[in-house]
């Protein structure tokens, strides 16, 4: 049952980290029934080896949406008029991570669309103060693309990591997708964010329009030599507002298949269990977690603005309390065997760097 070439290009990448671009295609060309079980339960015993059974959280702010970009696939883009627009002022943040910090939470993700109104100075001081209050958290941010100085300025003021997916490593699908942003200029911040000194979050979605498998094969190459400390990966899915809303959505088998290939060629990454994939099937971050992921992200948005944070239609959690989802999460961790750790959940690449122990913990 483990024979035939397509098992065996998944132990060959399971034992040496790497395949060639063509032996990559070959392999995403034929995945199917027969060898999806070989591919996760390879993924995650790779995982299981660099990370043990923890699944990390982040408790996850989205603090504006507003967005000055026009991404085609994205329900916050700024041609979608019909979106009632918020933001949150520093006080309410402050307050979701209060609620967070209660909770449990040590690392917080604030993220929000490209929005001008939180200058460098705001931010700032939004970073210095949650650091003032809980020096033991994490923080990480997620809003888009800025110049060099205000990503070094956020870092001096205390920010631990970045989230900013590179979306699609094909420059066409890239260039069809994003009218008002470059793609040389994604993947140059991104290496901006790095040398700064923050961990980085890469990213793609599978399951756009038009991408192949040769993209795909292109986007896991791409975070391998970047090698960013986090990779999150989502199915695409339609918004209702947006111009992609007759678009079929990117499935979660195929999108577990990269997760796993994620974890195969970049081993020492953390990998979310993304709410995309929770929207795209009822137990999508558990299987996920079950195929290389190791890390989940519940919403600690206010209520009162958690249905206007849609990306794309159906997005889960919108009626749920911070409470809630963090409790629901505990428990669907548990159900599948393995245990939610409340750490900061920093990756093994930057435990090496800063010479903490990063000893693999194999149960
Ligand atoms: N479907 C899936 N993921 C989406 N994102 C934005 N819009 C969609 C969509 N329609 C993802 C992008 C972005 C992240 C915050 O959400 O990858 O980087
Ligand atoms: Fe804005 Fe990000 Fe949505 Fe693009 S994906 S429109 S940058 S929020
Ligand atoms: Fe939000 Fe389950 S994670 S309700």
């Known amino acids: 049952m483990e024979g035939g070439p397509t098992n065996n290009l998944i132990s060959k990448l399971g034992s040496q980290g790497t395949l060639s671009r063509f032996e990559l295609i070959s392999l995403i060309d034929s995945l199917d029934e027969s060898v999806h079980q ?9 995982r299981v080896s660099m990370y043990g059974n923890s699944v990390y959280v982040r408790g996850l702010i989205e603090f504006s949406n507003i967005c000055k970009q026009n991404c ?19 006080q309410e943040i402050i307050k979701c991570c209060d609620e967070g910090y209660r909770l449990g ?8 669309g490209e929005d001008a109104w939180y200058t460098t100075d705001r931010l700032a001081e939004l970073i210095r103060c949650i650091k003032h209050s809980y020096p033991d958290t994490a923080v990480t941010l997620s809003i888009g693309e ?60 599978v399951g756009l329009p038009g991408q192949t498998s040769a993209d795909l094969a292109q986007d896991l190459l791409y975070v391998q ?23 079929p959505p990117g499935t979660v088998e195929r999108t577990l298949d990269m997760i796993a290939l994620a974890r195969l060629l970049v081993p020492q990454a953390l990998i979310p269990a993304t709410t995309a ?31 206007k944070y849609m990306l794309y239609n159906n997005k889960i959690c919108t009626g749920d309390e911070s409470a809630q989802c963090r409790f629901c999460l505990e428990r ?22 800063s010479g903490q122990p990063s000893a693999p913990l194999i149960p």
């Open 72 to 90: 085609l696939y994205c329900g916050l883009r700024s041609g979608n008029k019909q979106l009632s627009r918020y933001r949150l002022s520093l």
């Open 332 to 353: 669907r961790i548990e159900a599948v065997g393995l245990y939610m750790d409340m750490g900061r959940g920093d990756s093994l690449k930057y435990l090496d760097r």
């Open 146 to 205: 800025r110049s060099d100085e205000c990503y070094a300025r956020l870092y001096e003021a205390g920010a631990d990591r970045f989230l900013l997916r590179h979306e699609t490593a094909s420059r066409a699908l890239y260039d069809a997708l994003h009218p008002t942003m470059q793609f040389e200029q994604r993947r140059e911040r991104l290496q901006a964010l790095q040398s700064i000194g923050y961990q980085i979050g890469a990213g793609f979605m």
């Open 225 to 247: 030599e970047l090698q960013p400390d986090m990779i999150g990966i989502g199915p695409f899915l339609p918004h209702e507002a947006t111009p992609l809303r007759d678009q």
């Open 105 to 112: 939470y040590r690392t917080f993700v604030l993220q929000s």
């Open 38 to 46: 070989h591919l996760r339960r390879t993924a995650h015993r790779v």
């Open 277 to 307: 994939m929770g929207t795209a099937h009822p137990q999508g971050r558990e299987l996920a977690l079950l195929a290389g992921a190791n890390v989940v992200m519940p919403n600690l948005s206010p209520m009162s603005v958690r249905d």
